[in-house]
């Protein structure tokens, strides 16, 4: 069965201590791995999509990396405003186009 | 406007009674999704639309739920004869087509007393 895994759950960073997210999957024939940012009260906003091992995508202080079994969100210098629960998700077995979420990872950023 | 928009925000519903939802997609987006997305979970996917044509309601967890497209654009996902476990965020998302990234609205809350 597919199945997307996120750790941790939760994390509690000092504003500027950079650390990565971690997002594993099992799913056959990947068409790629999108990574959302979620805000409470919010919808998922979409943050990058990677669709081959050893690529990568930046957005500010964000940087996505794809392995063939996971991929890393690593956030440097974080700042209070990077704080929202990060989620990872990747289309269902072929031929769906429908995405399998992981639970998320709520970071908290503190001054 | 530019973005998923989904009403209500809120909607409080008695058990029993029959609820609807409802979507308006980004401008020109052939594909539409609903998903399910219980506190502190990710989102799970109810059903598919790529224009009109319902293509993936394998996400829809009993005959209660019903989804329509019926001109291609907005959306509407009925819930009949609601129970307490239906209380969750209902999340719209659109694409481009299947393949591009899913843009998400902010959702319905539905809560069932």
């Known amino acids: 069965e597919d199945q997307v895994t996120q750790s941790p759950e939760a994390l509690r960073l000092q504003e500027g201590e950079s650390s990565s997210l971690n997002c594993s999957y099992t799913v056959s024939g990947l068409r790629g791995l999108f990574w959302y940012r979620q805000d409470p009260g919010k919808g998922p906003e979409f943050l990058f999509t990677l669709y081959s091992a050893g690529e990568e995508k930046e957005k500010e202080r964000l940087k996505a990396t794809l392995t063939k079994k996971e991929s890393f969100l690593h956030i440097t210098a974080p700042k209070p405003e990077d704080s929202a629960t990060y989620l990872c998700a990747v289309p269902l077995d072929t031929g769906r186009r429908a995405l399998t979420f992981g639970s998320g990872t709520r970071l908290q950023v503190q001054p | 406007g530019a973005g998923v928009s989904q009403s209500p925000r809120y909607k409080v519903a008695k058990r029993g009674q029959d609820v609807a939802l409802r979507c308006d997609p980004i401008s020109g987006h052939v594909s539409l999704f609903w998903y399910q997305q219980a506190l502190g979970q990710g989102p799970e996917f109810l059903t598919y639309?790529?224009?009109?044509?319902?293509?993936?309601k394998s996400g829809l967890p009993s005959d209660r739920f019903f989804a329509e497209r019926p001109e291609g654009s907005v959306s509407t996902l009925k819930i009949q004869r609601t129970q307490q476990e239906d209380s969750a965020v209902y999340l719209c998302a659109s694409s481009q087509d299947g393949n591009q990234p899913q843009h998400f609205g902010d959702g319905t809350r539905l809560s069932i007393l």
């Open positions: 639309f790529q224009n009109e044509a319902q293509l993936d």
